[in-house]
Nanobody, 124 residues
């Protein structure tokens, strides 16, 4: 079992920054990749970014590339999402997820465990 707890969401003006954190506990040794997804009201959950737990390889959605940075601290078992130059269209509930097997990291169905989500609201 893996438990995930997100934090760091909030309200920010367009152009501002936020850093989301995802505390990982449980059987972290079985993690293959960690991902961030988001879901805006009335829309499907979409991929934002992912990072492999051991090698640190990163992946980004085109919509956030160059603005968001995913990182992990294995010693602290925490994954971060630094979000800069935020736009109103980034408004969504952001979810942290864990995958315990090698897979296509952009697909939500490939993740075994999910956090409860944290709201990010960007005002114009």
């Amino acid at each position: 079992q893996v438990q995930l707890v997100e934090s760091g969401g909030g309200l920010v003006q367009a152009g501002g920054s936020l850093r989301l954190s995802c505390a990982v506990s449980g059987r972290t040794s079985s993690n293959y990749a960690m991902g961030w997804f988001r879901q805006a009201l009335g829309k499907e959950r979409e991929f934002v970014a992912a990072i492999t737990w051991s090698g640190g390889r990163t992946y980004y959605a085109d919509s956030v590339k160059g603005r968001f940075t995913i990182s992990r601290d294995n010693a602290e078992s925490t994954v971060y999402l630094q979000m800069n130059s935020l736009k109103p269209e980034d408004t969504a509930v952001y979810y942290c997820a864990s995958s315990t097997f090698p897979s296509i990291v952009r697909i939500p169905g490939n993740y075994n465990y999910w956090g409860q989500g944290t709201q990010v609201t960007v005002s114009s």
